[in-house]
T-cell receptor, first 114, second 114 residues
Framework: NAGVTQTPKFQVLKTGQSMTLQCAQDMNHNSMYWYRQDPGMGLRLIYYSASEGTTDKGEVPNGYNVSRLNKREFSLRLESAAPSQTSVYFC?????????????FGPGTRLTVL | AQSVAQPEDQVNVAEGNPLTVKCTYSVSGNPYLFWYVQYPNRGLQFLLKYITGDNLVKGSYGFEAEFNKSQTSFHLKKPSALVSDSALYVCAVRDRRVDYKLSFGAGTTVTVRA
């Protein structure tokens, strides 16, 4: 079991460029999440997908779009990158969208927007 | 609204000494509480969670946490710290009455010196 995998690990973009962050899980989990982590702040939820075919906005969705491609894969797209989107992005998954459910995280993508 | 506070940015302890990482929370209802650990350039790894029942929760790698409802705290403890415990520790909370996602603390960096 690889768990949650993310690609790429590192990326540098110029302002206005677009890119897609990829996430896949092999734990047969129903729910998947995208977070960003900024210095001195807790993780903030960007988007989540409670189950295949559904997506919902989190706390900080502006400037991002997501696609739940199938049960395994959940991608995050930046259409026009801005320096404020410089961050570390984490994907997570959980078996269910339950209040007690444990989320499992990928290794992260470190994104710099110049 | 729900929130988590980790009052110490850094904790330094000597190997073999007890380790405590503090976490306080604020929720409208009763909480579900989680601790994660993050090693450099890695994603968050689940340590333990409090759902209900016994206020003392035991988790991975010898860690435990005590839920204290009157003080709204969920401090993480380890009786004897190891150098390999050096990492970022992140507390998270979820309000049982709110069908929403986890709120994360900013994290406490633990350094265990040999």
């Amino acid at each position: 079991n690889a768990g949650v995998t993310q690609t790429p690990k590192f990326q540098v973009l110029k302002t206005g460029q677009s890119m897609t962050l990829q996430c896949a899980q092999d734990m047969n989990h129903n729910s998947m999440y995208w977070y960003r982590q900024d210095p001195g702040m807790g993780l903030r939820l960007i988007y989540y997908s409670a189950s295949e075919g559904t997506t919902d906005k989190g706390e900080v969705p502006n400037g991002y779009n997501v696609s739940r491609l199938n049960k395994r894969e959940f991608s995050l797209r930046l259409e026009s990158a801005a320096p404020s989107q410089t961050s570390v992005y984490f994907c997570a998954s959980s078996e269910m969208e339950g209040l007690t459910d444990t989320q499992y995280f990928g290794p992260g993508t470190r994104l710099t927007v110049l | 609204a729900q929130s988590v506070a980790q009052p110490e940015d850094q904790v330094n302890v000597a190997e073999g000494n007890p380790l405590t990482v503090k976490c306080t929370y604020s929720v409208s209802g009763n909480p579900y509480l989680f601790w994660y650990v993050q090693y450099p350039n890695r994603g968050l790894q689940f340590l333990l969670k409090y759902i209900t029942g016994d206020n003392l929760v035991k988790g991975s790698y010898g860690f435990e946490a005590e839920f204290n409802k009157s003080q709204t705290s969920f401090h993480l403890k380890k009786p004897s710290a190891l150098v390999s415990d050096s990492a970022l520790y992140v507390c998270a909370v979820r309000d049982r009455r709110v069908d929403y996602k986890l709120s994360f603390g900013a994290g406490t960096t633990v350094t265990v010196r040999a």
